[in-house]
């Protein structure tokens, strides 16, 4: 992706997340220069990633596959010294993008709809080889309540309404096409992107950014660049 691409999409997915009644963190606006001034207190948000992430996993059409990330708090499975032991993020999606095929090790996650328009989900569950079962239904909780679907339906979480994802269950979800830009929120257990992420599709979790402007905002797995 182009830096002025990264730049574009987390402006975007600003506006969008205030449109849609959701407020930021104060250092979701810093600057890489006010990253810097604040450096000497910044540790453990740069430990558990906390920020902005922009993604097209390597698959090179944003608009299609990929998403803005927003990590507001964490805690590391290596340092339970340091952060929470949840997580949150918003995930501002374009209306028609999706997340590629994946399932956690480790994570269990609530996948819920924050506002803008309707979300789509698919499930899957694991084999005992880990990879996706095609075949059987899958058993998931909406909002404290059981829900059964087939492998790979597609079905819709609208505003306010979420899924409980556990570990080992592959799900792909985004914006259900024409009904708007989407806010996702998720609440989960500690979230670590390096190790913890299971994709069934051929991607890159993060990619290399082409610097064809300057800067301003950086990426949560880009601090080892400006400290």
């Known amino acids: 992706m182009k830096r002025s691409e990264v730049e574009r999409y987390i402006a975007w997915a600003k506006k969008l997340i205030q449109e849609t009644g959701c407020t ?4 979701a606006y810093w600057t890489i220069d006010e990253w810097k001034k604040m450096g000497h207190r ?3 948000m740069q430990k558990t990633m906390l ?14 596959i990929g998403n803005v990330l ?13 952060g929470t032991p949840y997580a949150e993020k918003l995930i501002p999606i374009l209306d028609g993008q999706r997340l590629p095929m994946h399932c956690h090790h480790s994570k269990t996650e609530d996948i819920i709809n924050r506002g803008g328009g309707v979300m789509f989900m698919k499930l899957y569950n694991s084999l005992p080889n880990g990879l996706p079962d095609f075949a059987s239904d899958v ?8 829900i059964t679907v087939k492998a790979g339906e597609e079905f819709y979480v609208t505003r306010g309404n979420s899924l409980s994802l556990t570990p080992g269950m592959y799900h792909i979800f985004g914006a259900k096409a024409g ?15 390096n190790v913890d992420n299971d994709f069934y599709e051929n991607v890159q979790r993060f990619v290399s950014i082409e610097e064809d402007v300057p800067a301003t905002t950086p990426l949560c797995n880009e601090y080892s660049r400006i400290f």
Do not use: C, H
């Open 139 to 146: 058993t998931v909780f909406s909002d404290g309540m059981p």
């Open 51 to 64: 920020g902005w992430d922009v993604t097209d996993y390597g698959m090179g059409d944003f608009s299609k």
């Open 24 to 27: 930021l963190p104060g250092f």
């Open 42 to 44: 910044t540790g453990a």
């Open 179 to 193: 009904a708007g830009d989407l806010v996702v929120g998720e609440v989960s257990s500690i979230n670590d992107d």
């Open 70 to 82: 927003f990590t507001v708090r964490n805690g590391s499975l290596q340092d339970k010294s340091i």
